[in-house]
């Protein structure tokens, strides 16, 4: 039984392909999602940690006391892995480290001198403040961890918050991975708390946790709401992270056991994931199939559940008769993980053409999951179709550019001319009477 489901994007017409490029708002974005979450909103706002509290009740199952929502120093002191989980975070630090850095450094105050006696430029800082949500629920992430707080400590960003659910089903513990991440990057400031409840703490701030001016993180469509939402509050976000998704382009040189591997990499995720093959061989698209129902034998029933939803309803296989048409195609998508597995001789020509992605991983030796998790690229990264307009979260992030600029006499009087003729037709007396009166005084 195949596990993709087929289609041939020249023979699909507009809503078709609509349909299939469509994916992960409706529930970010659903009435009754956006009126439950406005009213776990609109209690934290009234009445702070005791709201916080009764959302973990309510929502997780889990009854705490104002005073333990905070992980103390000690627990981050004592929380251990195993040795080979503490090298695999540190390695993953190391090249988050030396990424970041590098956008760090190319991120310096400039100035350039744009005529005779004008010089403009830019002062760059950290933003003030910072909440990082750390999902917990299907799984745990330490990798989201270090993947959101290592750019932001590298930012210099001076007050950090880290909120993080509790381990479902326990009576608050949180995974130690994700303390280990915290002690290693220094960050101090960390709350166990339901995720929509402690997004909208970290925007008012309440008497255990503190008001943040920008949240980012990863979650479920709750999660993502409350982002969305909070905005109303005057807090900043980044961007929609809803529901991961990933594409691959392929032509016949590939290898369809590798392939059906880095497809399952995303696709078990959940069974709202998304996972597209575009290529242009129906025979590579069949051997993958075949490839597929052998490898998801072999998956936890749970996650070949997901992987079949995200191959099957949500994604598939997108059969295209050149790869120029297949850039097309993943260009409207705009896909939060694409990988690129074509011939070497074609490999540069196709992907000059691809702008519209969150990551772009080239050949088979750069499985979704290396990035996910060590390569030091950004894998907090924009879905349902936002990388047409969004990146993913870097030291960048949390910077912010503040514009200069310095006039010296000659400069000013040679544009006084156009400052005050505009001013006059806009209106504005006052800007105009300051250039004025220089050029009667000087």
């Known amino acids: 039984m195949a596990v993709m489901r087929r289609m041939r994007w020249d023979a699909m017409d507009e809503t078709e392909r609509e349909a299939l490029c469509h994916r992960g708002l409706d529930d970010i974005f659903d009435p009754g999602l956006r009126e439950s979450i406005g009213r776990i909103i609109d209690d934290v706002r009234e009445h702070g940690d005791e709201a916080v509290c009764r959302a973990l009740r309510d929502f997780d199952k889990i009854n705490l006391e104002p005073h333990q929502l905070r992980i103390s120093s ?38 350039l001198e744009s005529e005779p006696g004008l010089f403009v ?81 970290l925007g008012f701030g309440t008497a255990t946790l503190p008001k943040v ?18 905005q109303r509050h005057g807090m900043a976000t980044m961007m929609l992270l809803g529901p991961t998704e990933s594409m691959v382009i392929a032509d016949d040189s590939a290898d369809p056991v590798r392939l059906a591997a880095d497809l399952l990499i995303e696709a078990e995720h959940g069974t709202d994931s998304a996972v597209v093959l575009v290529t242009t061989s129906a025979a590579l698209a069949d051997a993958t199939d075949l490839e597929l129902v052998r490898q998801l034998a072999l998956l936890p029933p749970v996650r070949a559940t997901a992987a079949r939803a995200a191959l099957g309803t949500n994604g598939g296989c997108v059969l295209v008769p050149s790869l120029h048409m297949a850039a097309h195609m993943v260009n409207r998508y705009a896909p939060e993980h694409l990988q690129l597995v074509v011939d070497d001789a074609v490999r540069q020509t196709t992907l000059d053409l691809l702008t519209e992605a969150g990551e772009i991983l080239l050949g088979q030796h750069t499985p979704f999951s290396s990035a996910n998790f060590v390569l030091g690229c950004p894998a907090s990264l ?61």
């Open 121 to 201: 430029g830019e002062k760059i800082t950290p933003i003030e403040s910072a909440g990082l949500f750390v999902p917990s629920g299907k799984a745990s992430y330490p990798s989201v961890a270090y993947q959101l707080g290592v750019p932001a400590v590298v930012a210099g960003v001076p007050n950090i918050a880290l909120v993080v659910p509790p381990v479902p089903g326990g009576g608050g513990e949180v995974d130690p991975a994700v303390l280990v991440v915290c002690r290693k990057l220094g960050i101090t400031n960390v709350f166990r708390v339901n995720g929509p409840a402690g997004i909208a703490a």
């Open 213 to 230: 001016r920008k949240v980012v993180g990863p979650g479920s469509p709750a999660v993502t709401c409350a982002q969305v939402e909070m």
């Open 382 to 442: 924009p879905t349902s179709g936002f990388a047409h307009v969004s990146s993913g979260i870097t030291v960048e992030t949390f910077l912010k550019r503040t514009a200069m600029a310095h006039c010296d006499e000659t400069a000013m009087r040679r544009m006084a001319p156009s400052v005050i003729a505009l001013a006059d037709h806009e209106g504005f007396p006052a800007h105009a009477a300051a250039l004025r009166m220089r050029l009667r005084s000087d």
């Open 74 to 111: 000690d627990e981050l002191a004592s929380a251990t892995v195993s040795d080979d989980v503490d090298a695999a975070i540190d390695d993953a630090i190391i090249h988050l480290r030396t990424f970041n850095d590098a956008l760090r450094a190319r991120a310096s105050d400039w100035w």
